[in-house]
């Protein structure tokens, strides 16, 4: 059984997590662009796109970005490369690069360094990344928007209600609504109001921890889950403004 989950991880790169995630999102009608990857420590790696549903894409595409309308979930796939990398080598690999110091007691049965590959584990929380959404309207929602302390209320609790009923399958869910000051005339004759500048409903999904929860089939189950919610969030979205 070992054996035959370390053989399935040997099949698991980075880029290949990757297009998973692209297809799950393709499968639940939405459509990704602006796709951009790089680093952001040593040892971690990111891919981020602007995923729509897909006839807003394609007016997107067509450069009619004017009558764009949509609200749009940024997408990122953050993967711990030392996380994969250990999932991918196995016990008895990561024992092959790992030595006992002269001196040390060795186990009875170590390798030919003096490692024991049954006594190496992965920490309970390392985890080989993370699946984040962040749902947004889009900037022209806000602007047009006539925004009073009731009425941005009532949108903070609308999101909040957005945030639970959508996000029941994500690890973590947050609501963020950043304020822009409004004044009328000189700022010393009367207080400034506040109205919602940036309006986002945030979600995030671990991928599997690699010691228990490993293979393709795991992280297809995971994109699936975010790419059901992103989907949703965006017409819940949709919905709340067309209400206000």
């Not at 997590?17 to 662009?33: F, H, I, Y």
């Not at 894409?57 to 309308?69: C, N, T």
């Not at 992280?219 to 965006?234: K, N, Q, Y």
């Amino acid at each position: 059984m070992r054996g035959e989950r370390e053989a399935a991880l040997t099949q698991l790169t980075r880029h290949q997590m990757g297009a998973a995630l692209l297809e799950a999102l393709r499968q639940a009608g939405l459509g990704v662009r602006d796709l951009f990857e790089g680093r952001q420590e040593p040892l971690s790696w990111f891919f981020r796109g602007l995923a729509y549903d897909q006839s807003e894409l394609d007016i997107l595409e067509s450069g009619a970005v004017d009558v764009l309308h949509s609200p749009s979930a940024l997408v990122e796939l953050a993967v711990d490369e030392m996380a994969l990398a250990c999932a991918n080598l196995g016990a008895e690999g990561l024992a092959s690069y790992l030595a006992v110091p002269p001196g040390a007691d060795s186990a009875p049965d170590a390798g030919p360094e003096g490692v024991d590959p049954a006594g190496l584990l992965l920490h309970p929380d390392v985890r080989l990344g993370w699946m984040n959404l962040d749902v947004a309207p889009p900037a022209l929602w806000l602007e047009r928007r006539e925004s009073d302390p009731a009425a941005d209320e009532r949108l903070a609790s609308k999101l909040a209600r957005l945030a639970q009923e959508t996000g029941d399958e994500a690890d973590s869910v947050e609501v963020h609504i950043e304020g822009a000051l409004e004044a009328e005339g000189a700022w010393a004759e009367a207080p400034a109001g506040v109205r919602p500048a940036g309006v986002s409903v945030y979600f995030s999904f671990e991928l599997p921890r690699v010691a228990e929860e490993p293979g393709e089939r795991e992280l297809a189950h995971v994109f699936e889950c975010g790419s059901r919610t992103a989907a949703t969030a965006l017409e819940r979205m949709r919905s709340i403004f067309r209400e206000e």
